[in-house]
């Protein structure tokens, strides 16, 4: 059984179709149906049923793939190592981030980070899949929503906060204290689009309490969404943290009371991939980063 034919396997597993497993590995399908066929001859057992075009691994193949992630991450693992040794303080650090005002809160962390390693490359990706992008080595570290253990992942709780109503200083809920979750059915509102978590939070406390959101306008960017609340367009509901990271003048956050959404975030990484001294750092400083963060 040799590597190269483990990552053939993956990739087809990952694609259940050799065609597109086989566009994504660059090389024939035919090669890949020949290399699956040769693998299954050394094991003695079908690792796919075949149903016409479409293909299921089998039970033989459920159990490889379970080793072969593991072998394949070793793999990475080691190089990944040898190459710290080589090259003092090099690599690339992939992060993860939902598609929301993380990346514009983290940029004093990704700007200290780079002076203190300036060799190290660092990658930010939105995503909503950020825990199984970790899983499928597509990220190395994650910021998310906190969700169930899982025993392949390492996970840091980095604290909650409430999610807020942030106005212009002269909309009329401007002077109040704070506001009744129900009250925000009647308050023109900006928001994130559906597809982002964010929303999809405050929708779903919304929906618990008996009523929906309509916003006037929809923006996938936080600083849009801040720009638009001080053009007078509307108010939004973010985190608490949000208007304090960007320091605007002229604008209100006011809390909400009796349930109102909150987001409980984790740091997660693959609890069995080599962690570089650089990467360890780096992981540190965002954990201790955030939970200040939140402190303020």
Request: glycine share 8%; proline share 5%.
């Amino acid at each position: 059984m040799e590597t190269r034919q483990l990552h053939y396997f993956l990739a087809v597993c990952q694609e259940l179709h050799f065609t597109r497993a086989a566009e994504k590995l660059g090389i024939s399908q035919p090669t890949l149906s020949q290399q699956i066929k040769v693998l299954e001859g050394e094991l003695g057992l079908p690792l796919f049923d075949r149903i016409g075009k479409r293909i299921a691994l089998t039970e033989a193949g459920t159990l490889l793939k379970d080793y072969a992630d593991r072998m394949i991450q070793n793999e990475h693992s080691a190089k990944a190592a040898m190459e710290e040794l080589r090259y003092d303080h090099r690599g690339t650090i992939r992060l993860g981030l939902l598609p929301s005002d993380l990346d514009y809160q983290l940029t004093p962390l990704l700007v200290k980070f780079h002076e203190d390693y300036p060799n190290i490359r660092l990658q930010v990706f939105a995503s909503t899949v950020i825990q199984q992008e970790v899983l499928d080595n597509k990220l190395d570290i994650g910021i998310c929503l906190k969700g169930p253990r899982d025993g392949l992942l390492t996970q840091t709780d980095l604290g909650w906060e409430p999610y807020q109503l942030i106005v212009r200083e002269d909309h009329p809920y401007a002077s109040r204290g704070h506001i009744e979750l129900s009250e925000l059915q009647h308050i023109q509102l900006v928001m994130y689009p559906r597809t982002f978590i964010g929303r999809e939070l405050v929708e779903s406390t919304c929906r618990e309490a008996g009523f929906g959101l309509e916003p006037i306008m929809e923006t996938g960017s936080a600083t849009s969404l801040i720009q638009l609340v001080k053009a007078g367009i509307g108010g939004t509901v973010q985190p608490a943290s949000l208007l304090n990271g960007m320091k605007y003048s002229g604008l209100r956050s006011i809390p909400i009371l009796n349930s109102p959404p909150v987001r409980k975030l984790s740091l997660i990484y693959r609890a069995d991939r080599y962690i570089s001294k650089a990467t360890r750092t780096f992981i540190n400083d965002l954990s201790q980063f955030w939970i200040r963060h939140l402190e303020v």
